[in-house]
């Protein structure tokens, strides 16, 4: 996998740019993430426009290349399938909450943090956004729920 990661970054021209890889398999299949910097040494924004249509390509000609099986629509169709809605005392609510979230939001393309509560709540999960201030200094992010049937 890391050899894999090495490939794709150099591919994307962001091989020589910090990255970290991490693997994992919370959706019935391994697969890992990237993160990586989009700002070079001299401080200036490299630019990405196109990105996720090269990212796409690389990752088909790299199926080909090390004979890898690319998730196709009717493994997606099976994990919305499988998804159920979190219920919370069959116990573990925050993995339940973590896969079934990541699932839907990396499944849909919504535009809004409201968007995103209309199809996270059917599962009975909500997003809401958090910010404020504390004597370590101002925070701002996202607090992931579980809801009762009830809302």
Known sequence: MIILAQEFMQRMGYGEQPY???QHSDI???HMHIVSV??????QEIPYRFDLK????HCREMEQKYGLHPPTKSDTKQEIAELKRVDYPAGNVKEQ??????TLIERYNVRSLSELNTLLELYNIRIDEV???TEKGP????????????G
Do not use: P
């Open 28 to 30: 019935d299949r391994k």
């Open 97 to 102: 909450v973590k896969r079934t979230a990541r």
């Open 131 to 133: 910010k404020g201030v």
């Open 20 to 22: 970290i890889i991490f």
């Open 38 to 43: 989009r700002v070079d040494e001299n401080g």
């Open 54 to 57: 090269r990212a796409i390509a």
């Open 139 to 150: 925070y701002h992010g996202l607090m992931y729920g579980a809801l009762n049937d009830n």
